[in-house]
C-alpha cells in the first residue's frame, strides 16, 4: 500500500502559478499509472490529469494547455504545474495511483493522499 503525501497548495490570483508535489513512499518507477484530482465544495471529484508510466499523458479539457503533469522517479515525486490559474481552478487537489494499464481519466484509482487546498481570486 503506497502512502502518498501531497503538497504545494496555496492561495494564488487568477492568471498566477502553483506546483503541486506528491511524494510516494514507494519508487514510483513501479507504479504505472499516478492522476491528479480535484474536488470543490459542493461539486463531485473530478479528474485533471493522468500520467502512465511517466510518458502518456492525459487531460481534462478544463486544464489542457494550462496544466502539466510530470514525475520524477528518482524523488519518488509526481507533480502538477499549473498555470493561467482560474477561480474556477480552486478545489481540493489529490494525487493516486491506479493499476490500470490505460491510465484513463476514469480508470479506477484506488489508493488516495490527503489533498492539498488550492484557492484562485
Known amino acids: 500500500h503506497v502512502q502518498l503525501v501531497e503538497s504545494g497548495g496555496d492561495s494564488a490570483q487568477a492568471g498566477g502559478a502553483l506546483r503541486l508535489s506528491c511524494v510516494a513512499s514507494s519508487n514510483t518507477a513501479t507504479i504505472p499509472c499516478m492522476g491528479w484530482f480535484r474536488q470543490a465544495p459542493g461539486k463531485e471529484r473530478e479528474a485533471v490529469a493522468t500520467?502512465?508510466?511517466?510518458?502518456?499523458?492525459t487531460y481534462a479539457d478544463s486544464v489542457k494547455g494550462r496544466f502539466t503533469i510530470s514525475e520524477d522517479n528518482a524523488r519518488n515525486t509526481l507533480y502538477l504545474q499549473m498555470n493561467s490559474l482560474k477561480p474556477e481552478d480552486t478545489a481540493m487537489y489529490y494525487c493516486a495511483t491506479s493499476g490500470d494499464v490505460y491510465c484513463r481519466l476514469d480508470s479506477d484509482f484506488d489508493n488516495w493522499g490527503q489533498g492539498t487546498q488550492v484557492t484562485v481570486s
Open positions: 500520467i502512465y508510466k511517466g510518458v502518456m499523458r
